[in-house]
Nanobody, 124 residues
Framework: QVQLVESGGGSVQAGGSLRLSCAAS????????MAWFRQAPGKEREGVAI???????YYADSVKGRFTISRDNAKNTLYLQMNSLKPQDTAIYYC??????????????????WGQGTQVTVSS
């Protein structure tokens, strides 16, 4: 049974940092591309960052230079280091896993598995 379990969310003031983790189990983690998405209240879910199985990374323009995605294949864990947080980063953050694909990495329809989400709240 495939499971993705996020942790590390919480409340922080603007300018602060948080590190999200996503523990994966039930599939061959190293083969899959792993990504972080987020959904703010009243908005559609959007891609934040992706790490391919070749360790290529891509970021949404809104988080470039502030967020860093990384993965530890030995621990089957995905991370998102979030620095210089802004109130507009407030959202539920989800990790997702996909078999390699050729479409747009921000398309949530490319992803096979999803976690339950973790809340991140940034106050001004």
């Amino acid at each position: 049974q495939v499971q993705l379990v996020e942790s590390g969310g919480g409340s922080v003031q603007a300018g602060g940092s948080l590190r999200l983790s996503c523990a994966a189990s039930g599939y061959t983690y190293s083969v899959y591309w792993m990504a972080w998405f987020r959904q703010a209240p009243g908005k559609e879910r959007e891609g934040v960052a992706i790490s391919t199985n070749g360790n290529l990374t891509y970021y949404a323009d809104s988080v470039k230079g502030r967020f860093t995605i990384s993965r530890d294949n030995a621990k089957n864990t995905l991370y998102l280091q979030m620095n210089s947080l802004k109130p507009q980063d407030t959202a539920i953050y989800y990790c997702a896993a996909a078999r390699p694909f050729t479409g747009l990495w921000v398309s949530e329809y490319e992803y096979n598995y999803w976690g339950q989400g973790t809340q991140v709240t940034v106050s001004s």
